[in-house]
């Protein structure tokens, strides 16, 4: 979530109205209390785009003891000022006009669809990431003594054990060493000689497949399959 949607949801920053409906300011707030949902937000008008948040200081204390992450990028680590009793000469903060079982986003369409995207590759773009973290530092990460190989017939438990011995036994080259230069020449000299080097690559490839087969086989034993 960007620094502006984040400031946008939880109240820090004032939303514009294009067409104010009767009754409606042509600047308001979102109030984030009591939900999750960004459609099911409140609503809070103020005079101006200078105006202050009138339940800022009660929305700073519902995030610090409901939601510490995104408390924490608004606010960083400083606690909130206790909550102070509001007047009778603050806005009241009441349901759009209009509507009062359901809360109406902005009524700027495309500030509406661009603040749901932003929100959305967001979310997205962080569940990927932690999650393609967790799994190359699980099952990709380097291996020693203590984590050598995983206990439990199961798909997620082999596939730990065969990259385990991968790491530890990677496949033969015969032909290719990792030098592009070399493994260029050595294709250009095999293909001179169609036969020799048709028996070369076969061993070559025997040897890989062999290989792969016996790291299976040994992630499967590690597993306890055979038991």
Not at 17 to 25: A, H, V, Y
Not at 133 to 155: A, H, I, L
């Amino acid at each position: 979530m960007t620094e502006f949607t984040r400031e946008l949801m939880y109240g820090k920053r004032p939303i514009r109205r294009t067409n104010p409906k009767p009754g409606q300011s042509e600047w308001y707030y979102l109030d984030p209390r009591e939900t999750d949902r960004f459609a099911d937000m409140k609503e809070i008008d103020v005079e101006s785009e200078n105006s202050p948040n009138p339940y800022a200081n009660e929305i700073q204390n519902y995030l610090y003891n409901n939601d510490e992450y995104n408390y924490k990028q608004l606010y960083g680590n400083t606690p909130p000022p206790p909550v102070q009793t509001q007047n009778n000469n603050v806005p009241q903060l009441r349901m759009p006009a209009g509507s009062e079982q359901q809360i109406t986003m902005p009524s700027n369409n495309l500030q509406k669809y661009n603040n749901n995207f932003a929100n959305f590759v967001s979310n997205t773009y962080d569940n990927v990431n932690n999650a393609y973290n967790s799994v190359k530092q699980d099952y990709f990460g380097q291996r020693n003594y203590q984590n050598r190989y995983k206990q439990g017939c199961t798909p997620f438990n082999i596939a730990y054990n065969t990259i385990s011995n991968y790491q530890i036994s990677p496949n033969q080259k015969l032909v290719e060493n990792g030098n592009i230069v070399s493994n260029y020449g050595m294709k250009k000299f095999l293909s001179k000689i169609p036969i020799a080097g048709k028996y070369i690559n076969g061993i070559a490839t025997g040897e890989k497949i062999g290989n792969g087969l016996t790291n299976f086989y040994n992630a499967l034993d590690e597993a306890d399959c055979f038991k």
